[in-house]
Each structure stands twice: as C-alpha cells, then as structure tokens.
C-alpha cells in the first residue's frame, strides 16, 4: 500500500537554527514527489516538485532532497516568517492517469523570534 | 491575481441545509481536484475533472455530494442535507496535462472553503 510518514509532528526551531523535516514513502513507482507549505485556513502552497533519487531544488531557505526512500526539507537560518505546516505528497505511477496525490500528515513548524 | 479561486471562503450553515462552493482554476490548466481537509490530517480526494468530464470519485464521498464542471472551466460542489461530520476545510486544485516541453504534475490550491455546520 501507498503510504507516506512525515517526522517530526512538530518542531520549534529558534530563529537561525538550522533543521531538517523527513518525509518516508513507500510507492509502487515513484512519479513525483511534492512538498506544499499550509499557513492556518489557507490552501497548500506549492513549493517544490522532485522526480527521482539524488535531485535537489532550493528556494531561499528551503531545499529539498530526495532518496530512494526519503525526502527532505532543509530550512536554513529560519526566520518566524517560515512558521506553518509543511506537507509532503507522493504520486505514484501506478495511480495512471488520475494523478491522485497520497498526503502526509505534515510537520508543524514554529520559529522563535 | 491568476491563481486558483474559491468562494465563499468561509460558511456557516445549520445542519439539513445545502451549500454550494465555486472553484476559479487557473485558466489554462484541463484538470481540476476537489479535496476536503479536517484538523491535522492531510487534504482527502474527493473528485476530479478533466475538462468537463468528472472522471473519478472517491467511493467515501457519499450522494450526498455532488460536483459540475459544466463548460470545463468554473466548477461548484454541493452538499445537500449538511451533516456536523461535513464540517472541515473544502479545497480546489487545478494542473495542467497538456503534453509540453517539460511535464509538470504538480497541482495548485485554491485558497479553501471552511464550512461548519452548527
């Protein structure tokens, strides 16, 4: 079965405290991976697609990685700007054509000022 | 702005009554995702259109619920005779599976409809 876990739950961080989120999937073909930021009684923000093992991409703070196995976010000098739930999904190539995404529960980030 | 919309963004009904909710895709994305989403927990499927054909919907989804997509742009979910168990967070998502240069399959959220039935 499609599953992704995402770890920690929770984590506060001190502004300029550099940390890492982990999201673990099992799939049967992996299509993509994507990970969405969620600010409260917002819609995911999308921020980062990764297609296969050893790809990276950045964005300010943020980079993302991915293994064969994992994903992670690594956010860098984080400022209290960068507090919100942070979601990984899955989409497996199995799922064919409907592109159906297979959600973590997400990690919920606070930065100290 | 040129990114997905929805209406209304919040909704109170009493239980028994419909609602009805608008999702704006962005324009010259095909495919368009219904998905509820409740305290703690990642965004649930519940449908989706290619164009305006509803291809798939989540056998948890119940009748109940009901969405359109009728010219393949806007689409609208209805919930008839609202339950307390409805309330939750209604999001939209739209992409694009246009054969292009670069495949992209990431999908983009609207900003949500949050219903509570009281």
């Known amino acids: 079965e499609d599953q992704v876990t995402q770890s920690p739950e929770a984590l506060r961080l001190q502004e300029g405290e550099s940390s890492s989120l982990n999201c673990s999937y099992t799939?049967?073909?992996?299509?993509?991976l994507f990970w969405y930021r969620q600010d409260p009684g917002k819609g995911p923000e999308f921020l980062f697609t990764?297609?296969?093992?050893?790809e990276e991409k950045e964005k300010e703070r943020l980079k993302a990685t991915l293994t064969k196995k994992e994903s992670f976010l690594h956010i860098t000098a984080p400022k209290p700007e960068d507090s919100a739930t942070y979601l990984c999904?899955?989409?497996?190539?199995?799922?064919?054509?409907?592109?159906?995404?297979?959600w973590g529960l997400g990690t919920s980030l606070a930065v100290n000022p | 702005d040129t990114g997905v919309s929805q209406n209304p963004r919040h909704k109170i009904t009493k239980r028994g009554q419909n609602v009805t909710f608008r999702c704006d895709p962005i324009?010259?994305?095909?495919?368009l995702y219904w998905y509820r989403q409740t305290l703690g927990q990642g965004p649930e499927f519940l449908t989706y259109f290619q164009n305006e054909a509803q291809l798939e919907k989540s056998r948890l989804l119940s009748d109940r619920f009901s969405a359109e997509r009728p010219k393949g742009s806007f689409s609208t979910l209805e919930i008839q005779r609202t339950e307390q168990g409805d309330s939750a967070m209604y999001l939209c998502a739209s992409t694009s599976t246009v054969a292009g240069a670069v495949p992209s399959y990431e999908q983009y959220f609207g900003p949500g409809t949050r219903l509570t039935v009281t």
């Open positions: 324009s010259e994305h095909n495919r």
């Open positions: 799939v049967s073909g992996l299509r993509g």
């Open positions: 990764l297609y296969s093992a050893g």
């Open positions: 999904a899955v989409q497996s190539l199995r799922a064919g054509n409907n592109r159906k995404l297979i």
